[in-house]
């Protein structure tokens, strides 16, 4: 099964600026953790950080479908990254997701897998 775990906290990119070396580390560590349990009992798929909110455009709905800066939700918690993951099952990324950061929620969603 797929499943698109997405990595949010609130000022995020602010909080990760200010980090020393050793909080730095400490996150780097649970991404690892995260990467080989995850390996060990299926694939990542893809994955990235990504830029901050403020550099999305989001293209509206409706006739003219219109294009505004910003990322498509006014939200405190900021989305910071991504992961596209394949486990046999849900129980399994939750696990895998309880081991990224603790500063992080973390939202665990299965795909449709639709072929595009």
Not at 4 to 11: F, G, H, S, Y
Not at 37 to 54: N, W
Not at 105 to 114: F, H, Y
Request: net charge negative; charged share 30%.
């Amino acid at each position: 099964m797929r499943f698109l775990v997405l990595l949010t906290e609130p000022d995020h990119f602010a909080r990760w600026d200010r980090a020393d070396e050793a909080e730095r580390e400490r996150a780097f560590a649970a991404y690892r953790a995260f990467s080989a349990m995850v390996r060990e009992r299926g694939s990542i798929l893809a994955g990235d950080a990504l830029h901050e909110p403020e550099t999305a455009r989001t293209v509206r709905p409706g006739p003219e479908r219109a294009v505004t800066d910003g990322p498509y939700a006014e939200t405190v918690e900021q989305l910071g990254g991504f992961y596209l993951i394949d486990l046999p099952t849900f129980d399994d990324a939750l696990e895998a997701a309880r081991l990224l950061p603790p500063e992080y929620t973390i939202e665990v969603r299965p795909t449709l897998e639709v072929e595009v």
